[in-house]
Nanobody, 116 residues
Framework: QVQLVESGGGLVQAGGSLRLSCAAS????????MDWFRQAPGKEREFVAG????????RYSDSVKGRFTISRDNAKNTVYLQMDSLKPEDTAVYHC?????????WGQGTQVTVSS
């Protein structure tokens, strides 16, 4: 069993940056591939970025490629999402989960609001 807690969201102007964290409790975090997702009001949850268990492989949605960077520190049981050059369309609640996502692992997420 893994519990995930997201943090680091906030209000930022367009062009700004934020760094999100996803802290995991429970054992064996380092064996999981991890993803970041986001859900904007009135829209379905969408994939944002993913990282494999070792951190050696990453992938991104086309909408964030070149602006966001996913990383992890297995010693700290934490996955990060560095978000640069933020746009108003990045406004959403951001969640992390395992890959494939586990229904019981969805946390509260962290709100990111980008003003124009």
């Amino acid at each position: 069993q893994v519990q995930l807690v997201e943090s680091g969201g906030g209000l930022v102007q367009a062009g700004g940056s934020l760094r999100l964290s996803c802290a995991a409790s429970g054992r064996a975090f380092s064996i999981y591939n991890m993803d970041w997702f986001r859900q904007a009001p009135g829209k379905e949850r969408e994939f944002v970025a993913g990282i494999n268990w070792s951190g050696g492989n990453t992938r991104y949605s086309d909408s964030v490629k070149g602006r966001f960077t996913i990383s992890r520190d297995n010693a700290k049981n934490t996955v990060y999402l560095q978000m640069d050059s933020l746009k108003p369309e990045d406004t959403a609640v951001y969640h992390c989960n395992t890959n494939p996502p586990a229904k019981g692992y969805w946390g509260q997420g962290t709100q990111v609001t980008v003003s124009s």
